[in-house]
């Protein structure tokens, strides 16, 4: 097998380069999460203070869906924060997720990726340059690279804390 970053076929070449490591990492998170049990899903490690794996792949997924609206310069739709939000809790954590199924998170996550893949099929290398804000308060700013980057960065992140999980996991099942 090699590896590579090639872009799809519709995007332009830099565009196409960034959406492939944001479809890489999204395979990754597929292949990570594979075959979790419910009770793993909703895991919280060994003191029960960490984030469960719903709780990240919920947080990965809103992220990315910001981003993807960013990126299409439009406001987030009422109905998908609705559905999909918020992105902190009123303690400034990432809010519970409990019960959810893991084939619905990794579902939902999946249609956030499509939308991601059919907004950079829009997208021009120099649209690249275009500067959106983020932030709590849009209080930051970035280039649309930087964000479609962001997108891949951000999930490898909370792939490791998915990965400490399911190790932590495995180790308290041993008698």
């Not at 070449?13 to 075959?35: F, H």
């Not at 909703?42 to 984030?51: A, F, I, Q």
Request: hydrophobic share 35%.
């Amino acid at each position: 097998m090699r590896y590579d970053l090639k872009g799809e076929i519709n995007m332009s070449p830099i565009v196409g380069m960034l959406y492939s490591a944001v479809k890489e990492n999204s395979d990754r998170l597929q292949l990570i999460t594979a075959g979790m049990s419910q009770e793993e899903v909703d895991y919280k490690g060994p003191d029960g203070s960490s984030n469960s794996t719903a709780q990240l792949i919920k947080h990965i997924l809103y992220v990315d869906l910001n981003w993807v609206y960013r990126i299409k310069g439009q406001p987030l739709p009422l109905s998908l924060k609705v559905q999909h939000g918020p992105m902190i809790d009123a303690n400034g954590r990432l809010p519970m997720v409990k019960g959810e199924p893991l084939h619905t998170l990794i579902s939902d996550y999946k249609a956030v990726i499509t939308m991601l893949k059919d907004t950079c099929a829009q997208l021009t290398d120099e649209d690249l340059d275009r500067i959106v804000t983020f932030g709590h308060e849009n209080e930051k700013e970035a280039t649309v690279r930087w964000g479609i980057w962001h997108i891949a960065d951000h999930s490898r992140y909370h792939q490791a804390n998915i990965n400490q999980l399911r190790k932590w996991y495995k180790e308290n099942l041993k008698p």
